[in-house]
Each structure stands twice: as structure tokens, then as C-alpha cells.
């Protein structure tokens, strides 16, 4: 079955940086749009990021555009999501997501897999 398991969470001050890596199997990668969403205590899930099935289109939200890079290396089936300058705003459990559609997609809806999520929590 299709299994995404995210890793690479943790506590970090404000201006840190993390690198959260998703980890897919079950599916064929290369062919899937990948996500990142995130949810913090009592706020609806948001689009954070999301990349083509082969790297070349990437999208952003507003709020971390600038600071996120979002990257995939399809031989190692694997996404990433590195988070630089970080901001206690940015608190919540990260979510990847795996959408067999071509376009790139903001929408929860749009995405056919999830991850369980890894916390990411920013000190002040």
C-alpha cells in the first residue's frame, strides 16, 4: 500500500532552519505531485508547498515564499522541504501529500495520499 512518512521534525529557536524529508513508497513517485501542508491547534489545515512529478514547477504560499525551498529527488523517492528562517508562526505538525494529477494543486482535496505528519514547533 502507499505509505508517506515524513521526518526531520523538532524544536528549533527563531531564524533556525530545518530540513523535513517525506519518504513514499507504494506508489510511482516520479509521476506524482507532491505537497506540503500544515496544521497548527485549532486552525485548518494550509498549503505550505508543492512541486511537478519532475521538479520543474514549484508554488509557494505567500507566507513562506522566500524562506521554504521545496525539492525532490525522484531516485531516492523522496521530497524535501527546507525551512530557513523560521518563525514561531510557523509552529504545527508538516504534512506531505501525494497528488497523481499533473497540475499543481493548493487544495487538501486534491491530494489522493497522506503522511502522518511530523511537529515542528518554533521558540521565540
Known amino acids: 500500500q502507499v505509505q508517506l512518512v515524513e521526518s526531520g521534525g523538532g524544536l528549533v529557536q527563531a531564524g533556525g532552519s530545518l530540513r523535513l524529508s517525506c519518504a513514499a513508497s507504494?506508489?510511482?513517485?516520479?509521476?506524482?505531485?507532491m505537497g506540503w501542508f500544515r496544521q497548527a491547534p485549532g486552525k485548518v489545515r494550509e498549503f505550505v508547498t508543492a512541486?511537478?512529478?519532475?521538479?520543474?514547477?514549484?508554488y509557494y504560499a505567500d507566507s513562506v515564499k522566500g524562506r521554504f525551498t521545496i525539492s525532490r529527488e525522484n531516485a531516492k523517492n523522496t521530497v524535501y522541504l527546507q525551512m530557513n528562517s523560521l518563525k514561531p508562526e510557523d509552529t504545527a505538525v508538516y504534512y506531505c501529500a501525494a497528488d497523481f494529477r499533473v497540475a499543481i494543486t493548493t487544495l487538501p482535496t486534491g491530494y489522493n495520499y497522506w503522511g502522518q505528519g511530523t511537529q515542528v514547533t518554533i521558540s521565540s
Open positions: 507504494g506508489l510511482t513517485f516520479s509521476t506524482y505531485g
Open positions: 512541486i511537478s512529478w519532475s521538479g520543474g514547477s514549484t
